[in-house]
């Protein structure tokens, strides 16, 4: 594949440091990645924030990296700043606009350079429009009257504007100048958002030649982006489940982030789900960097880990392009230890999925559910789809109703086959929904407590064939944290790929088609080693580890089972915040 087996390493080069290079400088800062790392490839940029390197410049940069033996392509970031002599606009991030006839001729110029010096480039995730000048809102307002729409909203009109960007003003001057030039859109990580700026991923994988994706992670209290950082997994399956073969990676970068670890999370994560590429964004912000020396040291872990990983297999939660509702709750569930995989296409064979608020966003998707459930399929839905699907039918397969009541507390009661019921308590309370039903017809197998009364969090409804389980979501998505361990375990233990987690939340599993998984517990301020228990279904014989070696003669390490029963093998791990474990169960 290139300098590592599995994945190809890049790095993102931006248009300031093109337009600036020094042969000098630049050889000592590939020379200090080289120190640490592989590096197979460079996306190199000419244009960004009105700023185009010339060509002189351009073909310095590219001589450099070639006699260095790594492969040079094009990158673009579509910002720039109000033409000189034109009033401002208020633009985020001084983003295009895109009724602004002299952006729109700079545009094309830009993508016919490029298609001129590269066979290939990506377009960096600042390609969508916030724009809301008087030319903006004509469109909207054209735009909307002629399809009918009478709420004013953006979304319909940015998405078919950008739809027509992208083919005339991006890729049409672009593969004018070189009808080879290959180009990538690249997907930015707040995907519930891309409709209301313009973002098109159901038209525009007709449109490009690639996707990608942005895996980065952030600091989820100090910034903006409140980005679970199963994201940087789960976002990867999304992009290659909606077009196969075509995800040309995840990139990620060092910014808004506090702790070491939780930089080269977003390696890890990204890693973990098999990406064709791994990009460091971007070369100027990381030389000379005390993150570099770190992932190069993991880059070779992990390659070597993923030399004995199948294909990522998990609970595929249906999110239909397009969507938006329960933000990322998906991710925080990921963050509980449930394998969630992402995909924009209904999962009909799947022998179990789940759907959120945001899987609503089908009209159809209370047939699709009906049908599914009642041949057999096992569904878990959120309370915000149930509320959402509440004037579809929905009523047809549940008692459970919503009158707008909110409850809190922290005393729990589980269900569990084979030990009763437990009692335990969580860290805090907790905010949740009352899904009020009927009892006997629906059963909660898990329940919170108030005062005398307890709620079901955790429901079963079964249905011809099939059954249909409703989760009721915090009101504060990171409430589900504060559940018990055995909260979270019976969960994951009516949705799992054949093994799950017996443990607190803040840890992932990892599974894959050939009956290896990975184990990852993220670092936080309070992360300590912790003990879990990994049950497999059926019986097996132990565990291997197939990169920790156990004598001088290179055999792997196993562990033994703790026991095996009703139908189950339990395994006993130690898990170290931080240290991602690859396991094989051997049978």
């Known amino acids: 594949m290139g300098n590592y087996r599995n994945f190809r390493l890049v790095y993102y080069f931006v248009a300031q440091g093109t337009a600036r290079a020094e042969k ?124 009918g729409i009478r709420d004013g909203s953006w979304q319909a009109y940015r998405l078919a504007l950008m739809e027509k960007v992208s083919r005339e003003d991006v890729i049409s001057p672009a593969k004018a100048a070189n009808p080879a030039c290959r180009i990538t859109i690249k997907y930015p990580n707040w995907a519930e958002s891309y409709q209301e700026t313009g973002y098109n991923p159901a038209a525009q994988r007709k449109l490009f030649d690639r996707i990608y994706t942005g895996t980065e992670a952030r600091d989820t209290i100090t910034t903006d982006q409140h980005l679970p950082r199963y994201l940087s997994y789960s976002l990867m399956t999304y992009f290659e489940s909606m077009w196969p073969g075509h995800n040309g990676g995840g990139w990620f970068d060092p910014f808004d982030l506090r702790i070491t670890e939780q930089y080269l999370e977003q390696a890890f994560l990204t890693v973990f789900s098999r990406p064709k590429e791994v990009m460091m964004f971007c070369f100027q912000a990381l030389a000379d960097h005390p993150f570099v020396p770190s992932l190069g040291y993991h880059l070779d872990k992990l390659d070597e880990v993923m030399d004995h990983c199948g294909s990522p297999a998990g609970i595929p939660c249906y999110l239909p392009d397009n969507c938006q509702g329960e933000d ?218 197939p990169v920790r070696k156990s004598s001088p003669a290179g055999e792997p390490s196993r562990i033994s089972p703790l026991y095996t029963r009703d139908g189950e093998t339990v395994f006993e791990l130690t898990a170290v915040p931080g240290r991602y474990e690859l396991y094989r169960i051997i049978r």
């Open 328 to 545: 990322n709750v998906q991710d925080f569930l990921g963050m509980c230890g449930l394998p969630v995989m992402l995909t924009p296409f209904w999962p009909e064979k799947a022998s179990a999925l789940l759907l959120t608020r945001s899987s609503a966003c089908d009209p159809n998707v209370v047939e699709k559910l009906e049908k599914y459930v009642a041949e057999g399929g096992k569904a878990l839905v959120t309370s915000g789809f149930l509320e959402a699907a509440m004037d579809r039918g929905i009523q047809r397969m549940t008692s459970i109703r919503f009158t707008g009541r909110h409850i809190h507390g922290r005393r729990y009661r589980v269900e569990n086959s084979h030990r009763g019921l437990d009692f335990p308590t969580g860290t805090e309370e907790i905010n949740v929904p009352v899904c009020e039903f009927r009892n006997n017809s629906t059963w909660a197998v898990a329940k919170v407590a108030d005062t005398e009364e307890s709620f079901g969090i955790f429901l079963k409804d079964t249905y011809g064939n099939g059954q249909m389980w409703t989760l009721a979501v915090p009101d504060s998505f990171p409430d589900f944290y504060k559940m018990p361990g055995r909260v979270l375990t019976r969960i994951r233990k009516e949705f799992n790929t054949g093994a799950y987690l017996a443990c607190k939340a803040g840890i992932s599993l990892f599974p894959y088609d050939n009956d290896t998984l990975i184990i990852y517990p993220y670092v936080t301020s309070q992360a300590q080693p912790l003990t879990v228990y990994l049950h497999v279904a059926g019986e097996a014989r132990s565990l291997e580890m």
């Open 24 to 147: 000098e400088k630049l050889e000592k800062d590939i020379a200090f990645f080289e120190k640490h790392m592989r590096v197979d490839k460079v996306y190199l940029e000419p244009f960004r924030s009105g700023v185009l390197a010339d060509e002189a410049h351009l073909e310095l940069c590219r001589k450099v990296f070639e006699e260095h033996g790594i492969e040079v392509a094009g990158g673009l970031t579509t910002t720039i700043p109000t033409p000189e002599g034109d009033p401002p606009k208020q633009r985020l991030f001084d983003t295009f606009c895109y009724n602004d006839e002299k952006m729109l001729a700079r545009l094309r110029d830009v993508c016919s350079y490029l298609g001129k010096h590269f066979n290939e480039f990506i377009i960096d995730d600042f390609f969508f429009t916030n724009c809301t000048c008087s030319a903006c809102r004509r469109g909207r307002d054209e735009y909307n009257l002629s399809h």
